[in-house]
């Protein structure tokens, strides 16, 4: 059962641009949606994350929008750089226990 | 900065074989887990543990897996005997009671590769 659900697999920008990662989740016992970076051959390392009693938070040129009715949260990457290029995953908590999106790869052209 | 370090960072074995993965969690963290990755695959939670003992593990976690805290600052993942299938990064992460328990650093993998 895929509890996490990511889209899309991957997308390019340009430098610059916005890049959007969308995730929705089933299990309403969720209650901390962190978002990894992971360069290859490297382990995932935390961006941001967010609890469902607020509904965005940013920090840098980094932001994630939840919304808790749609069962629904996305990270936006506001004038994506080079540096930018990695996968990005989506998880969900609960119990301690995190559960993984699939993974979108971001490339971003210079 | 401190950070979650993982030994080896590769390893190679043969079928049936048993393999020990370690793992130094950040120091003052009390809960460690095992995730792995197949290649170009999601992140799969394997094994959460807290108190020296297991609080949850998945479905993947069968006999074959075991966890252990050996001394003050290891933790350790074994597999018995080793599948084709168990082929994977591995990953181990830990995380604050104090901070927000859920918020867990990861560290940079060990690459298991049975043959």
């Known amino acids: 059962q895929q509890q996490v659900k990511q889209s899309p697999q991957s997308l390019i920008v340009q430098k610059g641009g916005i890049s959007i990662i969308n995730c929705a989740y089933e299990n309403t016992a969720f209650d901390y949606f962190p978002w990894y970076q992971q360069f290859p051959g490297k382990g995932p390392a935390l961006l941001i994350a967010?609890?469902?009693?607020?509904s965005e938070k940013k920090e840098g040129r980094f932001t994630i929008s939840f919304n808790k009715s749609a069962k629904q949260f996305s990270l936006h990457i506001m004038d994506s750089q080079p540096g930018d290029s990695a996968t990005y995953f989506c998880?969900?908590?609960?119990?301690?226990?995190?559960?993984f999106g699939a993974g979108t790869t971001v490339t971003v052209r210079a | 900065e401190p950070e979650v370090t993982q030994t080896p960072s590769h390893q190679v074995t043969q079928m049936g074989q048993e393999v020990i993965l370690r793992c130094v969690p950040i120091s003052n963290h009390l809960y460690f887990y095992w995730y792995r990755q197949i290649l170009g695959q999601k992140v799969e939670f394997l094994v959460s543990f807290y108190n020296n003992e297991i609080s949850e593990k998945s479905e993947i976690f069968d006999d074959q897996f075991s966890v252990e805290r050996p001394d003050g600052s290891n933790f350790t993942l074994k597999i018995r005997s080793t599948k084709l299938e168990d082929s994977a990064m591995y990953f181990c992460?830990?995380?604050?009671?104090?901070?927000?328990?859920?918020?867990?650093?990861f560290g940079p993998g060990t690459r298991l590769t049975v043959l």
């Open positions: 992460a830990s995380s604050d009671e104090r901070e927000q328990a859920d918020t867990q650093y």
């Open positions: 998880a969900a908590s609960s119990d301690y226990k995190l559960s």
């Open positions: 967010i609890r469902p009693d607020v």
